[in-house]
């Protein structure tokens, strides 16, 4: 289960009692396999769950100055640390044995400032919390995929994450406003309006300017320190009432306020819908728009996966979760008055009727079952009941040029040599999920489906992902969004080479390499190989190799 573990002094864990009280400290195994759970979606059922590295000991602060002092601690004793919240999977595992988790489940104030449309959130508010709170208001903020059990300070200050709200409601990388920040060294740092006391509506002006040094497009993971408390820009959502459910579970629905639409759109081929998809962004009427999978759409409107095949197998799945509708936008249009919304109305159906579109015909209860999923996210249970394991792919984040061409790679992916049919749920089919990012864009990450309960299926999946990498490196799909740690290195300058300038800041910032990740660029990184690692991509990348690095990755799960 776990190798043998280092043993927290006494005399050390004397003084994390006195920072945060011994209620809020503990080296015990049985606490601390919590923080060593669930380390991978799709992780081999059982006790190999568990990480193989378990931290020291968790430290439970509740304000930002016993944030410094625990970080001060670890500096004074050589101890890494590892700070995290709550969101998708685990994220609190530890690169180190000599690693502390700092867990911030007691920082959880959350402050809606309705007049400059924000939140004042801290570290352990979930985006659900946070909506359910901003709707009271007329307001909602960005989810993203990981569903509305995430923490939206987590995402905005050091980790990506891309909502399919992002038409209406942007991306985290902006949305973050000011900031409360602990350094790697123990000191605390607030920017942005917030640093000259001006409060927390503004990321820029009287005080330090760094979000992009912080987070950036990807974020640190946890490798720059802690972040405590955050400015979060909201969005107007012309409600002025609470969402009303409908249904029961596991079927729950929302009725389609007035002045809502909702449309689910199909196209006859990728080139058509491509076309549409510019206009519809270009026109800035829709407050979101989502294209999934047909299967999944068909998961998500039945109540189980047994419901779901008894459907497909009588030939029963209604359109809307049919393989041939493959081309389509689920498309939401919000607005202020009843002539705002014929106008919006009318301006979508005429872009869908004029490049080759139409409207498929839904049930009341399955329109109000996908439009509660897309206001709040919560598809990742529907993605993953299939099966129990995913993973994802490259992710796409371009121009819509490229919509035919991801498809074509994510099928490409999928139906390659060593994924005989069964050992993925996709059955060679590509499961793509698109949007619009700001407005501007369009993501796209293709899910793999899989058994973790089987090895063949995990080495399966984990030879589509890898082969995700191959396909875009050998004919490009657009900007590959997914980059990270040794990617970056295999990038090469191909995008301005930012792990050059990345690495300049983390050894800035922390020298002795203290706040630890594993979700971050490598730190240390030889010049002979950092020059070499480029070249070395259609080595890595040919057929041998990607079985080879399939099976080891799949020997212990995903």
């Not at 044995?97 to 939140?119: Q, W």
């Not at 939401?332 to 009727?353: G, K, N, P, Y």
């Not at 993925?424 to 489906?449: C, D, K, S, T």
């Not at 090895?455 to 191959?470: D, G, N, S, T, Y």
Request: with cysteine; aromatic share 8%; charged share 20%.
């Amino acid at each position: 289960m776990m190798s043998k573990r280092m043993t927290l002094p006494a005399d050390v864990r004397r003084e994390f009692e006195q920072i945060v009280g011994a209620r809020f400290i503990s080296d015990s195994p049985a606490m601390l396999s919590a923080y060593a759970w669930n380390t991978g979606v799709g992780k081999i059922p059982g006790d190999k769950k568990f990480a193989k590295v378990w931290p020291i000991a968790a430290v439970l602060p509740s304000t930002v100055e016993e944030v410094a002092a625990v970080v001060k601690c670890c500096l004074k004793h050589g101890l890494g640390y590892k700070a995290h919240s709550t969101g998708y999977g685990s994220m609190s595992h530890v690169p180190t044995d000599t690693c502390v988790a700092i867990d911030l489940r007691r920082m959880n104030t959350l402050e809606i400032d309705p007049k400059n449309r924000m939140a004042i959130i801290g570290p352990y508010v979930t985006a659900g919390m946070l909506q359910a709170e901003a709707l009271k208001h007329g307001l909602t903020c960005h989810i993203v995929g990981a569903g509305p059990a995430h923490s939206p300070l987590a995402s905005a200050t050091s980790l990506i994450g891309v909502g399919i709200t992002s038409q209406g409601t942007s991306a985290n990388m902006r949305n973050l406003l000011s900031w409360e920040w602990v350094t790697p060294e123990g000191e605390i740092v607030r920017g942005g309006a917030a640093g000259s006391g001006c409060g927390w509506f503004s990321g820029e002006g009287p005080g330090p300017g760094v979000r992009g040094m912080i987070r950036g497009f990807f974020g640190g993971g946890g490798a720059l320190g802690v972040f405590t408390r955050i400015g979060y820009k909201l969005y107007p959502l012309p409600v002025e009432k609470p969402l009303q459910d409908t249904g029961a579970l596991p079927q729950i629905g929302m009725a389609l306020p007035e002045n809502f639409g909702f449309y689910q759109a199909v196209w006859p081929d990728w080139e058509s819908q491509r076309t549409a998809s510019f206009e519809l962004v270009d026109a800035g009427i829709c407050f979101a728009i989502l294209r999934m999978p047909p299967d999944h759409i068909g998961w998500t409107v039945t109540g189980t996966n047994a419901e779901y095949v008894e459907l497909a197998q009588r030939g029963e799945l209604p359109e809307v979760a049919r393989p041939d509708s493959d081309k389509n936008w689920t498309l939401l249009t919000v607005s202020r008055s009843s002539a705002e919304h014929q106008w919006r109305d009318a301006v979508l159906r005429d872009i869908v009727q004029r490049t080759g579109g139409r409207f498929i015909e839904m049930s009341q209860a399955h329109t109000e079952v996908l439009l509660r999923n897309l206001l709040t996210s919560q598809y990742v249970p529907r993605v993953m009941r299939p099966s129990g394991g995913i993973t994802t792919s490259f992710g796409v984040l371009d121009s819509f040029h490229f919509l035919p061409r991801a498809m074509e790679a994510g099928e490409q992916s999928l139906r390659g040599e060593n994924r005989p049919n069964g050992r993925l749920i996709e059955g060679g089919r590509e499961e793509q999920w698109v949007w619009p990012h700001e407005g501007r864009y369009f993501w796209a990450e293709n899910i793999i489906n899989f058994n973790p309960a089987e090895k063949p299926a995990r080495v399966a999946a984990a030879r589509a992902l890898l082969e995700h990498f191959a396909v875009s490196w050998k004919d490009p799909v657009g900007m590959l969004a997914l980059g990270v740690g040794p990617i970056m290195d295999l990038q090469g300058d191909k995008i301005g080479a930012p792990q050059y300038y990345i690495r300049q800041v983390k050894k800035h910032l922390d020298p002795t390499d203290v706040s630890k990740s594993k979700d971050f660029v490598i730190v240390n990184m030889p010049k002979l190989l950092e020059a070499a690692l480029p070249k070395l991509k259609p080595v890595l990348t040919s057929s041998p190799v990607l079985g080879l690095m399939a099976r080891a990755i799949a020997s212990e799960g995903m």
